[in-house]
């Protein structure tokens, strides 16, 4: 169509608008019904699909045989999708390995506890502090505290000072878990003086920051990691993880739609001109 009903505005930037949120480049255009339609179904669709994948099944990874091809499909949702693309492009590999410890780590600490002796099996939950130091041979040590906790049995709640707690295994920095798992070893005071101190294992997590979890690369490579990020995805939700990928890619779609919609704006019926008066009959 030469001529449009409707005031686009400047076409370019409401496609670049649509693209960076669906239904924002009609919005910018007055386009309010339309817009609002583009926002609540695209995005609902996208973070249908995520939660779905438990928010696993929007990544990147660009590398000679790991690449996810899916992603170019996802990536047109806009900014819901561009973390994956920073993630991938950002974060240090050291992040991405695990027993990696270069940065204190303060936090809120939820878990379980086994002990060696006295058949303590309970629920753990107290305030972790672990701050890298050097150890043998200059490598980091993986020991700190975990303080201010509580013990809960089926019986009784302890309070208990851990001024010994070594990390065996530490999951990476950045994952696409909002929990970063441990598990350990220590060594606790009770506040029971009939127990005293004990020994036991640990195995718990605290809780990553949105920035190291969401769009975080799904390693697949057994030598990094056993299992995989990947096998632990496709274990933990089954078939919801292909049903996630599904419905994120399928937003990418609608929202090319759109970002077209916002350029070109509404297709139009083409207008015929009036009919022509027939002559009228000659008299015979």
């Given at each position: 169509?030469?001529?449009?009903?409707?005031?686009?505005?400047?076409?370019?930037?409401?496609?670049?608008?649509?693209?960076?949120?669906?239904?924002?480049?009609?919005?910018?255009?007055?386009?309010?019904?339309?817009?609002?339609?583009?926002?609540?179904?695209?995005?609902?669709?996208?973070?249908?699909?995520?939660?779905?994948?438990?928010?696993?099944?929007?990544?990147?990874?660009?590398?000679?045989?790991?690449?996810?091809?899916?992603?170019?499909?996802?990536?047109?949702?806009?900014?819901?999708?561009?973390?994956?693309?920073?993630?991938?492009?950002?974060?240090?590999?050291?992040?991405?390995?695990?027993?990696?410890?270069?940065?204190?780590?303060?936090?809120?600490?939820?878990?379980?506890?086994?002990?060696?002796?006295?058949?303590?099996?309970?629920?753990?939950?107290?305030?972790?502090?672990?701050?890298?130091?050097?150890g043998d041979f200059g490598q980091r040590s993986l020991k700190g505290n975990l303080v201010a906790g509580l013990l809960t049995t089926n019986a009784e709640s302890l309070r208990?000072?851990?001024?010994?707690?070594?990390?065996?295994?530490?999951?990476?920095?950045?994952?696409?878990?909002?929990?970063?798992?441990?598990?350990?070893?220590?060594?606790?005071?009770?506040?029971?003086?009939?127990?005293?101190?004990?020994?036991?294992?640990?195995?718990?997590?605290?809780?990553?920051?949105?920035?190291?979890?969401?769009?975080?690369?799904?390693?697949?490579?057994?030598?990094?990691?056993?299992?995989?990020?990947?096998?632990?995805?496709?274990?933990?939700?089954?078939?919801?993880?292909?049903?996630?990928?599904?419905?994120?890619?399928?937003?990418?779609?609608?929202?090319?739609?759109?970002?077209?919609?916002?350029?070109?704006?509404?297709?139009?019926?083409?207008?015929?001109?009036?009919?022509?008066?027939?002559?009228?009959?000659?008299?015979?």
């Amino acid at each position: 169509m030469s001529t449009t009903k409707i005031n686009l505005k400047n076409p370019y930037f409401a496609a670049f608008l649509a693209y960076l949120v669906p239904g924002l480049g009609h919005f910018y255009q007055g386009r309010i019904f339309k817009g609002t339609l583009y926002f609540v179904c695209i995005l609902g669709t996208f973070f249908f699909g995520m939660h779905l994948g438990d928010g696993k099944v929007v990544y990147a990874d660009w590398r000679e045989g790991k690449r996810t091809w899916v992603y170019i499909g996802q990536f047109p949702v806009g900014l819901p999708a561009l973390p994956a693309l920073a993630q991938s492009k950002l974060r240090s590999n050291q992040a991405l390995l695990p027993n990696k410890f270069e940065s204190p780590l303060v936090g809120g600490f939820r878990g379980r506890f086994e002990s060696d002796a006295h058949g303590i099996q309970a629920d753990i939950v107290g305030q972790i502090d672990l701050q890298p130091a050097a150890g043998d041979f200059g490598q980091r040590s993986l020991k700190g505290n975990l303080v201010a906790g509580l013990l809960t049995t089926n019986a009784e709640s302890l309070r208990f000072d851990a001024d010994d707690f070594e990390i065996q295994e530490l999951d990476p920095q950045v994952a696409p878990d909002s929990r970063r798992w441990m598990t350990g070893r220590m060594s606790a005071v009770l506040d029971n003086p009939k127990t005293g101190r004990v020994n036991g294992r640990v195995s718990g997590y605290v809780l990553r920051s949105v920035f190291d979890s969401y769009g975080a690369p799904l390693l697949d490579e057994s030598e990094i990691r056993r299992p995989t990020d990947l096998d632990r995805a496709h274990d933990q939700l089954g078939g919801r993880f292909e049903l996630g990928v599904v419905f994120t890619f399928i937003a990418g779609l609608l929202n090319v739609l759109a970002i077209y919609d916002a350029f070109q704006g509404p297709a139009y019926e083409d207008q015929e001109p009036p009919d022509t008066p027939r002559p009228a009959a000659q008299a015979t």
